[in-house]
C-alpha cells in the first residue's frame, strides 16, 4: 500500500499553525483534536517545521511553565522529514524508525497534502497480516 492510498481512506485533514503560534495554544488544539502534532507553515504556505507532543513537553521541562508563553518556533522540529504520496508503507517505517518519529507530512509538488501518524502506519501493517493469515487459511483448507 502507499501513501495516497492510505490518505484516501483516512482524509486529508491537517492541523496546521504558524511559528508565532504559543505553545499553550498548540498545546490546547493537539489536546482538543486528539492528534500527536501540528505542521507549522511560512507566510508563503510552505512547511517550515512541525511541532509534536514530545516537542512541548520537553520545552515546558527545559523552560517551566513560562514556555506556554513562547512561540511554536522555539521548539518545532524545523529540518523535517516529509513523504511522497507514492512511498509505500514500509518506506515510511523506515523513515520513522531512523528519525525516530510519529509523523510524517506528506508533501506534493511543494504543497502539504496530508499527514501520516505511526498509528496509520500501524494499522495498515496489521491490515495486511490479517490478510495474509486469511489467505493462508484459504490456502491450507482448500
Known amino acids: 500500500m502507499i501513501v495516497s492510498e492510505i490518505l484516501s481512506n483516512k482524509g486529508r485533514n491537517v492541523f496546521t499553525t504558524t511559528s508565532n503560534s504559543t505553545l499553550q495554544n498548540v498545546a490546547s488544539v493537539l489536546a482538543q483534536k486528539k492528534i500527536g502534532a501540528a505542521v507549522v507553515m511560512d507566510d508563503d504556505n510552505r512547511v517550515c517545521g512541525i511541532a509534536s507532543e514530545r516537542d512541548i513537553v520537553r520545552e515546558i521541562a527545559r523552560s517551566g511553565p513560562a514556555a506556554l508563553d513562547q512561540s511554536i518556533s ?27 518519529f510519529r509523523h510524517l507530512p506528506v508533501i506534493e509538488n511543494g504543497e502539504l497534502t496530508g499527514i501520516i501518524s505511526i498509528g496509520d502506519v500501524v494499522k495498515i501493517k496489521i ?16
Open 74 to 100: 522555539s521548539c518545532m522540529t524545523q529540518k523535517v522529514i516529509s513523504c511522497s504520496e507514492t512511498e509505500s508503507v514500509d518506506a515510511l517505517m523506515e523513515k520513522m524508525t531512523k528519525g525516530r
Open 127 to 142: 491490515q495486511q497480516a490479517e490478510h495474509e493469515a486469511e489467505e493462508m487459511k484459504r490456502y491450507i483448507a482448500g
